[in-house]
């Protein structure tokens, strides 16, 4: 009976563990403007346990954001990375730049563009990506932002001015990512607060 309860409890942290929620999921009806981002560690506060690399230090969320521009929604899906790197030889990564490369579990990739300002530090970078090319389209972001839903991501490559980070994502944290986005899902079709 103990090893039951024992199994049953190991079950439950497991799919604790799991577990995504919502940090930001504002929608300005008056403005148009509708933001949703998942939040990027599972407890209070960010920690060790809490990257999706093998080889590194990587924290993952998934969003969307509309806004209105010249009366006109524009959509964005993408994703925010907190990268943990202590090497002060990589340079920068660049604003407006194709500079994230999604290797997908498939063998396909998703090639994603800097959308946010660069967060630069010699021992850290923080930046969000769109999910498609600078060339690309919000159909095509919405197209991958839905594959991400099913298919796994295996390895997320951020180049730099100087070299590359390569971090290869766990089989676990892969199911993990795919639950972020279809969390963002959820929330935008009104069946999560």
């Known amino acids: 009976m103990k090893f039951k309860q024992f199994f049953f409890l190991l079950l439950l942290a497991g799919n604790a563990a799991m577990a995504q929620t919502i940090a930001v999921n504002t929608n300005d009806t008056g403005s148009g403007t509708r933001i949703v981002i998942t939040k990027n560690h599972v407890g209070n506060e960010l920690k060790t346990d809490d990257s999706v690399s093998k080889n590194g230090l990587a924290f993952f969320s998934a ?5 209105m521009v010249n009366n006109k929604p524009v959509p964005v899906y993408f994703i925010d990375l907190d990268m943990f790197h202590n090497n002060n030889k990589l340079g920068c990564i660049k604003q407006s730049e194709n500079n994230c490369l999604l290797t997908l579990v498939d063998g396909s ?4 563009f800097q959308i946010s300002d660069t967060d630069c530090a ?3 970078f923080k930046a969000a990506f769109a999910l498609s090319p600078k060339s690309g389209n919000a159909e095509q972001m919405k197209e991958n932002f839905k594959k991400l839903q099913s298919v796994g991501i295996e390895k997320i490559t951020v180049i730099t001015s100087e070299s590359r980070l390569d971090y290869k994502i766990s089989p676990k944290s892969s199911k993990y990512l795919m639950a972020h986005f279809a969390l963002v899902e959820k929330t935008l ?3 999560v607060k």
């Open 63 to 67: 969003g969307y954001q509309n806004t």
């Open 109 to 112: 990739t998703i090639q994603c």
């Open 122 to 124: 010699q021992q850290a």
């Open 189 to 191: 079709n009104g069946n």
